[in-house]
């Protein structure tokens, strides 16, 4: 699971890829609803196999994943979990000016939203 946010009121991404090859990803952003909460929109899709298992891969070499981070007071933060049966790998990243920073992290990101429809893009 990637989940990504800035400063308040601009968009929160989550992105959950499962083994299966399938695709979630949610958007949080202004408008505020009537229970003042941001509007959330869902996508769901399958994405082929092989396609899932890459972006696994590179996440979990993205070991660049905090480079930047920490550098101003409310920028760009993201949190990355990944979990198999064998192990679990939780990398984090505070308060960076522009993420990602890290060409490993880059690549990761790169690959989620060349599957991802524009306006879900994670940014």
């Known amino acids: 699971m990637l989940t990504t946010w800035g400063m308040p009121g601009e968009p ?9 090859g399938k695709l979630r ?7 505020f609803n009537d229970e003042g909460q941001l509007t959330k929109k869902v996508i769901e899709r399958r994405i082929p196999r092989a396609k899932a298992e890459r972006i696994f891969k ?6 660049d994943f905090a480079s930047g981070c920490g550098r101003v007071a409310d920028g760009t933060s993201a949190s990355l979990l ?18 990602p920073n890290g060409k ?10 060349a599957v991802v429809p524009g306006e879900m893009r994670v940014y």
Request: proline content about 4%.
């Open 12 to 20: 929160r991404f989550v992105v959950e890829i499962f083994a299966n």
């Open 25 to 31: 990803v949610t958007r949080e952003a202004p408008p």
């Open 58 to 63: 590179l996440a979990a070499d993205a070991t």
């Open 82 to 99: 990944l979990r198999n049966d064998v192990k679990e790998i939780h990398r984090e990243c505070q308060h960076a000016d522009v993420w």
């Open 104 to 113: 490993r992290a880059r690549a990761m990101l790169n690959a989620i939203n």
